[in-house]
């Protein structure tokens, strides 16, 4: 091969995920409905998008790039926030910065904090990308199995995995794949861990807002490590506004942590992005500053999918078995109709059925003979999908 053409060894090693796959082969195919959707439907708020169109009217500044951390007013909200619902206080001059989604502010984490060689553990099963950066800072991700009966938290195992290369472990809570919540007992138990081995955790904590309670009504946001004062400098902190606000497409997140990590995270910021777009961070603040009845009303619809799902599942048992998700808006089904690969059943159900879903083995070994199914979707497109999903399997099961 021509020496141009030469990839470097970290790129060779990742991959582009099933959740963006999937999809693309759907478009290719046509006539697809999906359960593969990491967005929720909705559209952004009409409220943020109107003060979006105000601050473009008004403020020369929106065309141009902002503080390389981000608006200072912004940071602040932030900080406050993150102050009230998480008891997590920070400098938001020094210690919160604005960056392109959660994905930036995590990639500037791994980068940050993992050598070549050095390991993170990675719950199994975990969000792809996750995997896949550890793996773009040239580290190791050491897969350790959540407990397989309700997705949670398994300390000790972790325990086991830590070795003396271990630089961190990223708790993603409410989880992607499974939709656990773990038990703050568990999250204690980690930090404890992560004080006595001095390790960080990464703390993904993108679907906060997105709890639900046993009988599926909306429920408190789960404990963040970031709230226990001793765990200052073994956490970095990292949120988004993608789904809370629904604003995947404007792609705008934050980190914090203490200065010490700031001033690092910041260097990579600058290398990788320069800054959050500006227009963005003015749709960040709108969401913020604004009236939240928006994120209720979403959460309220999403436990209805949430509901309409498992009830369709309920009506698959011979075929599908699943722990209730908790948060987030994913279920984990496994299938019980095939030996076969995730990767093969979730090809077959998009060529045959029509139906986007996504191969468990994606999210780590743990995830193989499931399939994650999404229920981001409107009500009525769920429908079709489990209508499609349901016919196919009783054709080949
Ligand atoms: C667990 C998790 N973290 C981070 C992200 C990325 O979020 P953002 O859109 O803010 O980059 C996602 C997106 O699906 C996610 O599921």
């Not at 075929?319 to 077959?348: L, N, Q």
């Not at 780590?364 to 999404?374: A, F, I, Q």
Request: charged share 20%.
């Amino acid at each position: 091969m021509a020496r141009v053409h030469k990839i470097s060894r970290r790129v060779q090693n990742i991959r582009i995920s099933a959740t963006k796959l999937m999809p693309m082969l759907a478009a290719r195919i046509g006539g697809c409905v999906s359960l593969g959707q990491g967005v929720p439907s909705f559209p952004t708020p009409p409220h943020i998008a109107e003060a979006v169109s105000r601050a473009l009217r008004d403020e020369p500044g929106i065309g141009k790039y902002s503080l390389q951390p981000g608006m200072p007013v912004l940071r602040e909200v932030i900080a406050g926030r993150l102050a009230e619902e998480k008891g997590f206080v920070v400098d938001p001059g020094t210690e919160v910065g604005v960056t392109v989604g959660a994905m930036e502010a995590l990639l500037m984490t791994m980068l940050t904090v993992v050598d070549r060689g050095d390991e993170v553990i990675v719950p199994s099963p975990g969000y792809a990308s996750h995997a896949e950066q550890v793996l773009m800072a040239e580290g190791v991700p050491v897969y350790v199995p959540l407990r397989p009966a309700d997705w949670g938290l398994d300390v000790e195992a972790i325990r086991a995995a830590v070795t003396d290369r271990t630089r961190a472990v990223i708790l993603c809570n409410p989880g992607n794949p499974t939709g656990t919540v773990y038990d703050e007992a568990d999250v204690r138990a980690l930090c404890a861990l992560a004080l006595e081995q001095d390790f960080v955790i990464i703390s993904d904590e993108t679907y906060d807002f997105m709890v639900y309670d046993a009988a599926g009504n909306p429920a408190p946001m789960p404990f963040s490590p970031a709230s226990l004062p001793e765990m200052r400098d073994h956490v970095i902190c990292i949120n988004s506004f993608s789904k809370k606000y629904a604003l995947t497409g404007w792609r705008v997140g934050y980190v914090a942590a203490d200065k010490r990590w700031m001033d690092e995270l910041l260097k990579v910021h600058d290398a990788a992005a320069i800054c959050a777009p500006t227009v963005s961070q003015y749709a960040a603040l709108a969401a913020l500053t604004g009236p939240q009845d928006c994120v209720d009303a979403m959460r309220s619809a999403l436990c209805l999918r949430r509901a309409q799902t498992c009830a369709a599942l309920d009506g698959m048992a011979d075929h599908f078995s699943y722990v209730i998700p908790r948060g987030a808006f994913y279920v984990m089904a496994r299938y019980r109709f095939s030996h076969a690969a995730s990767p093969e059943v979730a090809r077959r159900i998009l060529e045959e059925a029509r139906v986007i879903t996504i191969p468990g083995g994606s999210f780590g070994p743990e995830g193989e003979g499931h399939l994650r199914l999404s229920f981001g979707g409107e009500q009525e497109e769920l429908a079709e999908c489990f209508s499609r999903l349901g016919a196919w399997v009783r054709e080949n099961a």
